[in-house]
């Protein structure tokens, strides 16, 4: 059974950092592009970034270049969001997904970022 579990979400205040988890389960993670979304109250599923499986190449938004560091750990079979200088703008659920739609994905962890 395909799983993705994530966690590590919370409140913050602008400037903090947090790192996500994404605990998965049922697949081998080394074999599928691994993605993370986020979702704002309201909004649809942004793409935030992603990494390919063999070669491990790495994406990011215009909104979180340079700030967002993706990540995994392949003998644990998680994947990571290492997350700094966050914003307000940066708040919303947060989403792990084996598929470029997200459709094969978690439930996802908040994140509120908020002075």
């Known amino acids: 059974q395909v799983q993705l579990v994530e966690s590590g979400g919370g409140l913050v205040q602008p400037g903090d950092s947090l790192t996500l988890a994404c605990a998965t389960s049922g697949f081998p993670i080394d074999n599928y592009w691994l993605f993370w979304f986020r979702q704002a109250p309201g909004q649809g599923l942004e793409l935030v970034s992603y990494?390919?499986?063999?070669?491990?190449?790495?994406f990011y938004s215009d909104a979180v270049r340079g700030r967002f560091n993706i990540s995994k750990d392949s003998a644990t079979r998680t994947l990571y969001l290492q997350m700094n200088d966050l914003k307000p703008q940066d708040t919303g659920l947060y989403i792990c997904a084996r598929d470029q739609h997200g459709n094969e994905r978690g439930q996802g962890t908040q994140v509120t970022v908020s002075s």
């Open positions: 990494m390919t499986s063999i070669d491990t190449h790495t």
